[in-house]
């Protein structure tokens, strides 16, 4: 059994970063509603609570507080931004409304020598104070301490900027200690987790195999398993771990949409199938789904085409299984990878307010219209944890270590109308820019390019340029060239490469891509633009 700690989430942007945090100092945690009741806060069995910022920055337009549990269980609590504000109010200090809002880089003093933060600081002031560089984001202010509760940081503009009670273990900060830009962060999550609240680090990606194995053997029995391979990280993560679990009784359905990478398939084919001895089915739907999108050029409809089309093809192919009883009974348990973020974003806080800008939920509604029990062994872990267990599972680190690639794939990287002759200039003109990446490193850091972009891809613009090549004029068609660099995906600065790195990619791609006769490079960071072109 795993210490856990309990996040409760007021709604704040940054509140999946406060569970990285806590996962980094190896202790399991999870993130819930602030208004979850009494009965589930003492089920839970938190060993501490971490309170969240909030969204929205005005105190006193909240309803939100923590819920009564949280204060009658004994175990330490940290108040983060408006979990401190909630922590002061509700323990008997002020909250002053302020129309000045602070945001951004601040340096905070730290006081009283408490147990948090002893020892923990960027430098010290000539007069011997520990300073902390943080990264602030509030209005609203405690202005008076509650009872019993001692003054830990401070800044010029928010002298209560930390507060601490430690004989019950409550600490408050006004800044965001989970965010990078808190250069100590990771030191005060894991003071507070490890040293504070006393929790085991026995969240190791390594030795999750073994418990995981044994949670997915007993759910699934001798049962049947089938999984959609799509050859991104999180399938294949699952896949790997589930076979590891139940060998012969998973089958992987490979759907080649016809729109992926260069030698992606046979990539997929040649791990799973290959070297890890998987069952797999590689169906070939490529003509299908260019055949349904031709003619079609708005990029949300050829989302729900590519969407549709998947889980109608994944449908045959899981029907035809049972009928031909390959599967033995059939399979009764759909497996996806579903991974924590996406249980946190669905699940929803009354608090959260999410925009479709795309619909990126490619396949949702398959389990129920299979009438299949669902099997999502990733359910509890993030990005990194995933990418931890792959390769702990054997897998490349290639492949582990992948960019993100959308469920629509090319689909949604050739503009407009999606052709066959576009799709196989695109795969040519990406596979060369992206073996550029990985081929060139930077001299500071040592890493190649891909290591340092999040996502980096080619896009087909069908619109033709004059070109001139040995004597001729040509009259090709236009790539863009896309890098990004971003934490979360949610925002992104596009990537600062090198001229040297671009002018290859460039010349490379017009030399041997015989159809693209001009390259540029996109120079949009997100917001405004997205990180897809469509
Ligand atoms: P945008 O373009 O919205 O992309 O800035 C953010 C991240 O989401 C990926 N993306 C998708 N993933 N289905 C997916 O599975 C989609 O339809 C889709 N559209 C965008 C995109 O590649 C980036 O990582």
């Not at 990771?186 to 987790?193: H, M, Q, T, Y």
């Not at 799509?230 to 771990?241: C, F, N, Q």
């Not at 060369?432 to 190649?448: C, H, P, V, Y």
Request: hydrophobic letters at 40%; one cysteine or more; charged letters at 25%.
């Amino acid at each position: 059994m795993h210490d856990k700690v309990l996040i409760l989430d007021f709604g704040s942007q940054v509140t999946q970063l406060i569970a990285r945090r806590v996962r980094e100092a190896q202790v399991y945690c999870e993130i819930h509603p602030n208004d979850v009741s009494d009965d589930f806060i003492r089920a839970f069995a938190p060993k501490a609570i971490i309170l969240s910022g909030s969204h929205a920055s005005t105190y006193e337009d909240h309803e939100l507080r923590a819920p009564q549990a949280v204060w009658d269980l004994g175990v330490p609590v940290l108040g983060i931004c408006y979990g401190m504000q909630t922590m002061a109010v509700q323990l008997g200090g002020k909250v002053e409304w302020s129309d000045h809002r602070e945001f951004g880089y601040a340096e905070v003093r730290a006081h009283g020598h408490t147990k948090l933060l002893d020892g923990i600081q960027d430098f010290s002031t000539p007069d011997g104070h520990g300073m902390l560089k943080v990264w602030m984001s509030h209005g609203d202010k405690v202005t008076a301490l509650p009872p019993g509760f001692q003054l830990m940081a401070s800044t010029p503009s928010c002298p209560i900027a930390g507060m601490a009670n430690e004989e019950k273990g409550y600490y408050a900060f006004q800044f965001h200690p989970e965010v990078t830009h808190t250069v100590q962060g990771a030191a005060v999550f894991n003071r507070f987790v490890r040293e504070i609240a006393g929790c085991k680090g026995d969240w190791i990606m390594g030795d999750y195999i073994a418990e995981a194995v044994t949670k997915i053997r007993e759910q699934v029995g001798d049962e049947e398993v089938i999984l959609g391979l799509s050859g991104g990280v999180d399938s294949s993560v699952a896949a790997a771990l589930i076979h590891r679990a139940i060998g012969d009784q998973l089958t992987c359905v490979f759907v080649d949409h016809g729109l992926l990478r260069l030698n992606e398939g046979d990539m997929v084919m040649e791990m799973f199938a290959g070297k890890l001895q998987a069952k797999v089915i590689r169906v070939d739907a490529s003509e299908l789904f260019l055949g349904q999108l031709a003619g079609v050029t708005d990029p949300e409809r050829k989302r729900k085409i590519i969407g549709g089309l998947f889980v109608d093809v994944f449908k045959a192919e899981a029907e035809k299984l049972k009928a031909n009883g390959q599967g033995n009974k059939g399979a009764t348990f759909l497996a996806q990878g579903t991974i924590y973020p996406d249980v946190v974003e669905s699940g929803g806080t009354k608090t959260k307010k999410a925009t479709t800008i795309k619909s990126h939920h490619n396949v949702g509604g398959l389990p129920e219209q299979l009438g299949l029990k669902l099997l999502e062994p990733l359910r509890e872990l993030f990005k990194d944890e995933v990418r931890e267990l792959g390769v702990a599972l054997g897998l490349p680190p290639e492949m582990v270590y992948r960019h993100p690639f959308p469920g629509p794939g090319l689909g949604v990287r050739i503009l407009g109308e999606v052709k066959q002759s576009y799709a196989d200039l695109l795969r040519r003109a990406d596979a060369i820019f992206i073996e550029e990446l990985r081929n060139t490193r930077d001299e500071a850091t040592g890493k190649s390019w891909y290591e340092l972009t999040s996502q980096a891809f080619a896009v087909f613009l069908p619109v033709k340029s004059v070109g001139v090549m040995g004597d001729g004029r040509t009259y090709d068609y236009v790539v863009a060239l896309r890098a990004v660099q971003t934490s979360d995906f949610m925002t992104a600065d596009w990537a600062e490469l090198p001229y040297s790195l671009l002018k290859r990619c460039s010349g490379r791609i017009i030399n041997e891509v015989r159809g693209i006769n001009r390259v540029t490079y996109d120079v949009s960071s997100k917001p405004p633009a997205t990180i897809e072109w469509e």
